[in-house]
């Protein structure tokens, strides 16, 4: 049986948590409501804005706020899914009766990663569809860096949407935090006004957050003409904050 060091100081065995990420998968399958929202939101929500946008005399050029809506929207919506799904698994005792098995805290958070991970590539090539299609967005050859830096994005928002969900006690309390995590995100990351004209003293703030980085790329591509060495940066940062994240989660669980 494969296995290698995780944080909380234990063995993950590979087999163990993909048979809980298959467990996962087995029960979204069954939730057609859930595949529906997860498939449909991003679909209404990029053609509702290309609608307005395109609308006569709107003043906005679609193609140049397309990256940043991708950008916020595959953070915000994989949060929401990651959070409130992983609660929910908590609030029906599934976490507790896992506990209780032989699997360790790295096991279990591996196979929820892997996955909320997949729906959340499934979110995410609809996102970047939506754009495309509704947004106009020109990714030209650089489509397999904006899918790749939109997807790592999307990994760092579900690591810091499985950390935040062991920290809270109810689904409420889960969408609590889109104001405090997420809000001043979206106000310092470059959604409304560029980095570089933001105040000296709110800089670094806006450089420690996640957004930065995935809207900064897609500029970097869409709107900038770049390519994969333009976006490397981007694409550590965002590495290294989901796998933080991740860490920091299983740490967390296993403690439990």
């Not at 307005?52 to 950008?71: L, Y």
């Not at 994989?78 to 992983?86: D, E, G, H, R, W």
């Not at 499934?122 to 106009?136: H, R």
């Not at 920290?167 to 889109?178: D, G, I, R, S, Y």
């Amino acid at each position: 049986m494969r296995s290698s060091r995780w944080p909380g100081g234990r063995d993950l065995r590979f087999e163990r948590a993909a048979a809980v990420a298959k467990r996962v998968l087995v029960g979204v399958r069954a939730d057609k409501r859930t595949l529906g929202i997860v498939i449909g939101a991003p679909i209404l929500i990029f053609a509702l804005f290309g609608a307005v946008f395109k609308a006569p005399d709107s003043g906005i050029q679609p193609r140049a706020v397309a990256p940043v809506m991708v950008g916020l929207f595959v953070f915000f919506l994989t949060y929401l899914l990651t959070a409130v799904s992983f609660l929910r698994e908590r609030s029906a005792g599934t976490l507790e009766r896992l506990y209780a098995s032989p699997l360790s805290g790295s096991e279990l958070i591996a196979g929820y990663f892997v996955s909320f991970g997949v729906l959340a590539a499934v979110q995410t090539t609809v996102l970047i569809g939506a754009g495309i299609g509704f947004l106009d967005m020109d990714v030209g050859e650089a489509l397999p860096v904006a899918y790749l830096l939109t997807l790592l994005g999307a990994f760092t928002a579900l690591g810091i949407g499985l950390f935040l969900s062991t920290l809270a006690e109810n689904e409420f309390q889960v969408v609590q935090f889109v104001p405090v995590v997420l809000a001043p995100q979206a106000i310092l990351g470059g959604v409304f006004v560029p980095i570089d004209r933001l105040p000296d003293y709110l800089r670094p703030v806006a450089n420690a957050f996640p957004i930065t980085y995935i809207i900064e790329g897609m500029k970097d591509i869409t709107v900038r003409g770049g390519g994969f060495a333009d976006a490397t940066g981007e694409l550590l940062v965002l590495s290294a904050f989901a796998l933080g994240s991740v860490a920091l989660t299983a740490a967390v669980v296993s403690r439990k």
